[in-house]
């Protein structure tokens, strides 16, 4: 995944551009970067690994080594960002969040094109974010070469670019896959993934960018550029999994969103008289805890936290590339207080269900400290399709995903015909589904949040939601 952060401001701003795009760290863990504008200076950058070390330690120099009137910043889980480029329609910084599945195409054609050439990485893969600049670069001016890349792109891509002038150019995704919000101060504008991110500096809310709105960014104020479309396909996973909970996109708030979800699980159990005699509900932390809560409040079965993260030191697992390396950080992150796990029926939230590696994990974990049952609710339906638009859930083989793995061991290719049985609980396919996921994973009970029922939650007209890695519908 990813998330940037960006002022335009009429003094220095790299402490807002450092701090708030510290406030993206949990969209990635692989690069951080920082482009500034000064007016003597001009444009500079720096770019870090951060896949051992937070992006506030290997940055906190730049406060001292930068400075600019005008910042980007970005937490990258893909290629190095942001990029310096120099071209016929000026020198710019360009960062980006997205995915491009049509890049080896892209690529060819710019070459096919001739006087073009690309930075070539290990194994000859090129930067994305190079490519886009390349798209941008065959077009007359900036506004003209952005709309011809998210064109050209089969994916998505919200783009931010910061000119030799100062000025930040800002285009949302044109089906608005990703949120982009702007914030305003005493001294100028920022732009932003995140909207706590700009609030704790003091910004307030200004505008959200509509799909494939592009404004550009002054100390003085906000220009429309290009007028936002009509169709809007937001990821709905934003607000059950990746989003941070003080964030709020399209006027919905993601914790309030977790709880109304599990408050509709909580219904659903009690409509089926589902997992009774329970004697805590829980959440998987963190993105869990919030949906266990509302589900515990509809119930009115007491919430607890059988097990604590240690998260100090260590983190984010799920970020890892190396499967090994993901299950041995989650569990030494599992602390358990073995006062509300031992003898205990436990009704556990996760925010999603994608491998089940970690899951079942930390089930093992549960009873091995003496939890007499663990039955589990998932916050969202069956994902049974890798993302295709962003890079946070992108899997290189859809058989990575739990459900299509026990498909595949029920009923082999032809199971795939009839997924949508599968993720419904009242079909035969539904039921043996779940029982062997229960049987897999260890779990008493299993049931998944319908995708009505998600839609519900967020409280956003299906049409105008990305639920692809459920539905298989783009």
């Not at 998505?156 to 896959?177: E, Q, V």
Request: charged share 25%.
């Amino acid at each position: 995944m990813g998330g940037f952060f960006g002022v335009a401001s009429k003094r220095d701003c790299l402490a807002d551009v450092f701090f708030g795009t510290d406030y993206h760290s949990h969209l990635g863990t692989r690069r951080g970067g920082v482009a500034a504008y000064d007016k003597e200076i001009g444009l500079q950058r720096v770019i870090h690994n951060i896949e051992n070390s937070p992006f506030r330690t290997k940055f906190d120099h730049i406060l001292e080594d930068m400075q600019g009137i005008s910042a980007i910043g970005c937490i990258s889980d893909s290629e190095p960002q942001p990029m310096l480029i120099r071209s016929h329609i000026g020198t710019y910084a360009v960062c980006y969040i997205g995915a491009i599945n049509n890049a080896d195409e892209l690529i060819e054609s710019c070459l096919g094109a001739g006087h073009t050439h690309f930075d070539a990485m290990t194994g000859g893969a090129v930067n994305h974010t190079e490519l886009i600049a390349a798209l941008i670069n065959q077009k007359a001016d900036l506004i003209e070469g952005l709309r011809f890349a998210q064109d050209s792109i089969i994916g998505s891509a919200s783009i931010l670019i910061l000119r030799d002038n100062g000025a930040i150019i800002a285009a949302r995704d044109k089906l608005g896959r990703t949120p982009i919000l702007v914030g305003k101060g005493e001294d100028g504008y920022s732009i932003s993934f995140e909207s706590f991110a700009y609030q704790k500096l003091d910004y307030v809310d200004y505008c959200e960018l509509g799909p494939g709105e592009i404004v550009e960014i002054t100390p003085e104020g906000v220009t429309q550029l290009v007028a936002p479309g009509k169709e809007m396909r937001i990821c709905a996973f934003l607000w059950s999994y990746y989003g941070y909970s003080t964030s709020t996109y399209e006027g919905v708030n993601v914790e309030l969103m977790r709880y109304r979800n599990g408050q509709i699980m909580a219904e659903n159990d009690a409509k089926l008289g589902n997992a009774p005699n329970i004697d805590y509900v829980g959440g998987v932390p963190d993105s869990g805890t919030p949906h266990a809560i509302g589900y515990s409040h509809k119930s009115f079965l007491p919430f607890a936290r059988p097990f604590i993260k240690y998260t100090p030191t260590w983190p984010r697992s799920f970020m890892s590339s190396r499967q090994a390396e993901r299950a041995k950080v989650a569990k030494m992150k599992q602390i358990p207080i073995t006062d509300l796990i031992k003898d205990k029926n436990l009704l556990l939230v996760d925010d999603s269900i994608v491998r089940g590696t970690q899951l079942k994990e930390t089930v093992d974990f549960l009873y091995d400290n003496g939890a007499k049952a663990v039955h589990m609710r998932s916050a969202c339906p069956p994902i049974m399709y890798g993302c295709k638009f962003l890079n946070f859930s992108r899997n290189k083989n859809d058989m990575d995903l739990l459900g299509r793995r026990i498909i595949m061991e029920l009923e082999g290719e032809a199971g795939f015909d009839h997924i949508s049985e599968y993720s419904d609980p009242s079909t035969e396919r539904g039921k043996e589904f779940r029982k062997v996921i229960c049987e897999k994973l260890g779990f008493a009970s299993l049931e998944f949040q319908s995708l009505q029922g998600i839609i519900k939650a967020i409280g956003i007209d299906e049409s105008k939601l990305c639920t692809y890695c459920w539905s298989g519908k783009e």
